[in-house]
């Protein structure tokens, strides 16, 4: 989420001027991301901005304060196509009871939610509201068509995971796709136009290394934030992988193989300088163990774990056991 939009717009409705709200801005309303729905896309967009108030810009403000703190947390908005439906809502027999309240209006809303259930906006949300406000948590949309006569999008303000796919694989190609639909920011690199390009990777960035080598690799910014998967296709260049891995101090590092294998690149990558203690942060085989074998199948199984991995570090000890104890298990 771009500071400078959520500024302007909180300036603009301060003066007391109509703000503009772009798909650019707000990917979540793009006919792409929107395909299929015909709740969403930018004539819903459009609606909400054309509904903003300057009793709309505390939630815009309170949004950039949870940007310049890294907090996590989401701007969220409640889309409207019935308002008779809308605030005329009754609960189910499956589902929590709410009251005899539906939302609080038939209107649309602009509202800010972060992690610790904090939630802003400019009009009183009825207990339904509250609780759909609060699943945009578990977002982008948990539970959004629950409830006939509206529905519920979210922006997340704060940055995606940045997962670094070393290799152009089968495998990789499939993480890609994978990872991207699960809110990473996927890199792929590899050397070879005629694996990585856009047809394979096309929701990814791409790097492509000259010299049909990894050699320029060594060129290629790592962050202590990231999730490298070494997936090199036939493993040629894995150990280079692994030391760039290493060397940028990667949050997490996977990397795909049998033993047999793993044990020569072990030898590789030690004698490229790596510590023992450096080479056991690499798991290996990279991802969770449920007898995956196809490229699919792999891609299930090493997302699963960038997702776990994503989990763990967000989250406490302490709200991860609250969240599997509401789960029942």
């Known amino acids: 989420m771009d500071r400078a939009t959520l500024e302007r717009i909180a300036d603009d409705l301060e003066a007391g001027r109509a703000p503009t709200l772009a798909t650019a801005d707000f990917p979540v309303f ?12 930018p004539k819903a967009l459009d609606a909400i901005a054309a509904s903003l108030t300057a009793a709309d810009a505390p939630t815009f403000r309170r949004a950039l304060r949870a940007l310049d703190e890294g907090d996590l947390a989401w701007l969220g908005f409640k889309v409207v196509y019935d308002p008779a439906a809308a605030v005329g809502n009754v609960d189910n027999e499956v589902t929590k009871k709410y009251g005899e309240q539906g939302s609080a209006d038939g209107e649309p809303l602009v509202f800010f939610c972060n992690d610790a259930k904090e939630i802003v906006a400019s009009r009183e949300p009825s207990a339904r509201d509250v609780f759909q406000m609060k699943d945009v948590t578990r ?18 303000l704060f940055d995606q995971v940045r997962v670094v796919l070393l290799g152009a694989s089968d495998a990789a190609a499939e993480v890609a796709a994978l990872a991207d639909h699960v809110g990473f920011h996927v890199v792929a690199v590899d050397y070879d136009p005629a694996y990585l390009n856009e047809e394979r990777f096309p929701a990814a960035e791409r790097v ?3 010299g049909g ?40 590092i996977g990397m795909m193989g049998c033993a ?7 030898d590789l990558v030690i004698g490229a300088g790596v510590t023992e203690e450096d080479w056991g942060r690499i798991k290996r085989p990279i991802g ?11 891609a299930i199984a090493i997302v699963a774990e960038l997702v776990d991995v994503r989990y763990r570090d967000r989250y406490s000890q302490e709200a991860r056991d609250r969240h599997e104890a509401s789960l029942g298990r």
């Open 30 to 41: 793009s006919a792409e991301a929107s395909a299929g729905n015909p709740h969403g896309g």
């Open 139 to 156: 977002g982008p949309s948990m539970h959004n068509e629950q409830f006939d006569g509206l529905t519920w999008v979210s922006m997340p």
């Open 208 to 210: 492509l290394l000259h």
């Open 213 to 252: 080598n990894f050699d320029e690799l060594a060129n290629l910014s790592g962050d202590a934030g990231d999730y490298v998967c070494v997936l090199t296709r036939g493993h040629m260049f894995d150990p280079e992988g692994c030391v760039w891995a290493v060397q940028a101090g990667a949050r997490y």
């Open 260 to 266: 047999g294998k793993n044990s020569t690149v072990h």
């Open 288 to 298: 969770l163990k449920f007898g995956a074998k196809t490229p699919a199948e792999l």
